[in-house]
């Protein structure tokens, strides 16, 4: 499956945008899909994550809340709503997807997913 990812872009503290990633190829429904982000000189971090039917969703703690997840597997895309955006949410955003797995379920882990888009940049800043 190829990943593309867009929405990203430049916004103000408090302010909102909603990444979206387009799949082609491969079967999507039955991908787990995810949000990643990379700062300089950090590793990439989880996000979220939502399981292949989209009825489970993980977020980590610091965007629970304020982001959420969905999916829509007839439109083949994966979004990320980002509201009340703070100057830490600043990164490089990817979506990532991963076979569906019962006995790995759907991780946070980097490593868990061999599909990864390009990359959007987030900026938030006054």
């Known amino acids: 499956v190829q990943l593309q990812a867009f929405g990203g872009g430049l916004v103000q503290p408090g302010g909102f945008l909603r990444l979206s990633c387009a799949a082609s190829?491969?079967?999507?429904?039955?991908?787990?899909m995810a949000w990643f982000r990379q700062s300089p000189g950090k590793e990439r971090e989880f996000v979220a994550a939502?399981?292949?039917?989209?009825?489970?969703?993980y977020y980590r703690a610091s965007v629970k809340g304020r982001f959420t997840i969905a999916r829509d597997n007839a439109g083949r895309t994966v979004d990320l709503q980002m509201n009340s955006l703070k100057p830490e949410d600043t990164a490089v955003y990817y979506c990532?997807?991963?076979?569906?797995?019962?006995?790995?379920?759907?991780?946070?882990?980097?490593?868990?997913?061999?599909?990864w888009g390009q990359g959007t940049q987030v900026t938030v800043s006054s």
């Open positions: 990532a997807g991963a076979e569906n797995n019962p006995k790995l379920g759907v991780g946070a882990r980097a490593a868990r997913y061999a599909y």
């Open positions: 190829g491969g079967t999507f429904s039955s991908y787990d």
């Open positions: 939502i399981s292949w039917s989209g009825g489970s969703t």
